[in-house]
């Protein structure tokens, strides 16, 4: 099977960084798109980054700007730069990727267990 591994979550002040990871494992064949999403308290998952493999970008509005996402083919990475942090942006942060098993003829969406990322003002 396949596995999706988050790290790099914390707490920092309002103005800080953090750099998220996401290490894709397992009997991988390959991976197409893979993204970036987030979930606060009392609200909806969302979306806010994705990157598919040739390099394109997507950014949630309320992220433009101070988060850079980008990915290690090679090593079936994820990440995610995240600058100049608000309180607004304190959530569980969940990587997403569409793989296709070695054996498989599809793809399908997988996410990882999640990271807290907490922004102090």
């Known amino acids: 099977q396949v596995h999706l591994v988050e790290s790099g979550g914390g707490l920092v002040q309002a103005g800080g960084s953090l750099r998220l990871s996401c290490a894709a494992s397992?009997?991988?064949?390959?991976?197409?798109?893979m993204g970036w999403y987030r979930q606060a308290p009392g609200k909806q998952r969302e979306l806010v980054a994705s990157?598919?493999?040739?390099?394109?970008?997507n950014y949630a509005d309320s992220v433009k700007g101070r988060f850079t996402i980008s990915r290690d083919n090679a090593k079936n990475i994820l990440y995610l730069q995240m600058n100049s942090l608000k309180p607004e942006d304190t959530a569980v942060y969940y990587c997403n990727a569409g793989i296709r098993l070695l054996w498989g003829d599809r793809s399908t969406q997988y996410w990882g267990q999640g990271t807290q990322v907490t922004v102090s003002s």
């Open positions: 990157i598919v493999t040739g390099g394109s970008t």
């Open positions: 397992g009997s991988i064949g390959s991976i197409s798109a």
